[in-house]
């Protein structure tokens, strides 16, 4: 879709023009040297800055580094078992004083709110808020909050309510991730991963299976990916009015990165 719709205009969005627009930046401000702070894909970008402009870099610090040498499945693969990781850990920490609002089983308690809000979806706890929260919405809010260990408090909180019917503390983790503002519109953030991740991955042709065996243990990274490898496509977010929520898979071990079902 992205080919079909950009055609040669694809050359002018990609990692390398990116870089290109930071070094423009950097002068412009009059900086002489770039400081930067990098995040996930942000990395990459980093790294690419570095090597095309060595003698322009104060300090770098890149968090999260990606792999620019392995394929976009492998990538997709690691970052799931990433954020099964992290999810393992905000779980521990939930539970370790046996206080846990989400009870003995974090894991359980998420999914279960998923599949309910799926077939009940949750109001948005704003009258004057017509969104609703799904499977989708929720999973995005986990994913959104175990980007920083601060807000696990917050995630918690917003996931009992909305097993209570208030998704608003969910909404705002969504609102977050997908950088929304308060007057509904929303940055080209998922337009610009769709468009470079199109234009610099090779061009894949059906739909490529994961082993089951050996990542059985990310159930939120395929949800995770099925998810947001949608939305990109389709141009909506994990559940309200941009578009429902997408279902996670199930029975399946399968990447989506033509957004085709399974």
């Given at each position: 879709e992205c080919y079909a719709t950009y055609g040669s205009d694809l050359t002018f969005y990609s990692t390398t023009e990116t870089v290109r627009d930071m070094e423009a930046l950097r002068a412009k401000l009059g900086d002489p040297k770039l400081t930067y702070l990098g995040y996930s894909y942000g990395t990459l970008l980093g790294a690419e800055y570095a090597s095309a402009y060595p003698g322009k870099v104060r300090a770098l610090v890149l968090d999260g580094a990606v792999d620019p040498t392995i394929s976009s499945i492998d990538q997709d693969k690691t970052q799931a078992a990433g954020f099964q990781l992290a999810f393992s850990h905000y779980a521990a920490s939930c539970t370790k004083n046996g206080k846990c609002a989400l009870g003995n089983d974090p894991e359980g308690f998420v999914q279960n709110l998923m599949a309910s809000s799926d077939k009940n979806p949750v109001p948005s706890g704003d009258s004057n808020d017509k969104r609703v929260v799904e499977g989708g919405a929720i999973l995005l809010a986990v994913i959104s909050a175990l980007y920083d260990e601060s807000q696990?408090?917050?995630?918690?909180?917003?996931?009992?309510?909305?097993?209570?019917?208030?998704?608003?503390?969910?909404?705002?983790?969504?609102?977050?991730?997908?950088?929304?503002?308060?007057?509904?519109?929303?940055?080209?953030?998922?337009?610009?991963?769709?468009?470079?991740?199109?234009?610099?991955?090779?061009?894949?042709?059906?739909?490529?299976?994961?082993?089951?065996?050996?990542?059985?243990?990310?159930?939120?990274?395929?949800?995770?990916?099925?998810?947001?490898?949608?939305?990109?496509l389709q141009g909506t977010v994990g559940g309200g009015q941009r578009g429902r929520a997408i279902k996670p898979l199930t029975g399946c071990r399968v990447l989506l990165p033509t957004g085709t079902g399974c």
């Amino acid at each position: 879709e992205c080919y079909a719709t950009y055609g040669s205009d694809l050359t002018f969005y990609s990692t390398t023009e990116t870089v290109r627009d930071m070094e423009a930046l950097r002068a412009k401000l009059g900086d002489p040297k770039l400081t930067y702070l990098g995040y996930s894909y942000g990395t990459l970008l980093g790294a690419e800055y570095a090597s095309a402009y060595p003698g322009k870099v104060r300090a770098l610090v890149l968090d999260g580094a990606v792999d620019p040498t392995i394929s976009s499945i492998d990538q997709d693969k690691t970052q799931a078992a990433g954020f099964q990781l992290a999810f393992s850990h905000y779980a521990a920490s939930c539970t370790k004083n046996g206080k846990c609002a989400l009870g003995n089983d974090p894991e359980g308690f998420v999914q279960n709110l998923m599949a309910s809000s799926d077939k009940n979806p949750v109001p948005s706890g704003d009258s004057n808020d017509k969104r609703v929260v799904e499977g989708g919405a929720i999973l995005l809010a986990v994913i959104s909050a175990l980007y920083d260990e601060s807000q696990w408090s917050q995630l918690t909180t917003a996931l009992t309510d909305a097993s209570k019917g208030d998704g608003s503390g969910i909404l705002a983790l969504d609102d977050q991730y997908n950088e929304r503002q308060d007057d509904g519109t929303y940055s080209n953030i998922e337009d610009a991963k769709a468009t470079i991740g199109c234009a610099e991955d090779r061009k894949l042709t059906g739909v490529e299976l994961l082993p089951s065996r050996g990542l059985a243990h990310v159930p939120f990274g395929f949800a995770l990916y099925e998810l947001l490898d949608r939305h990109r496509l389709q141009g909506t977010v994990g559940g309200g009015q941009r578009g429902r929520a997408i279902k996670p898979l199930t029975g399946c071990r399968v990447l989506l990165p033509t957004g085709t079902g399974c």
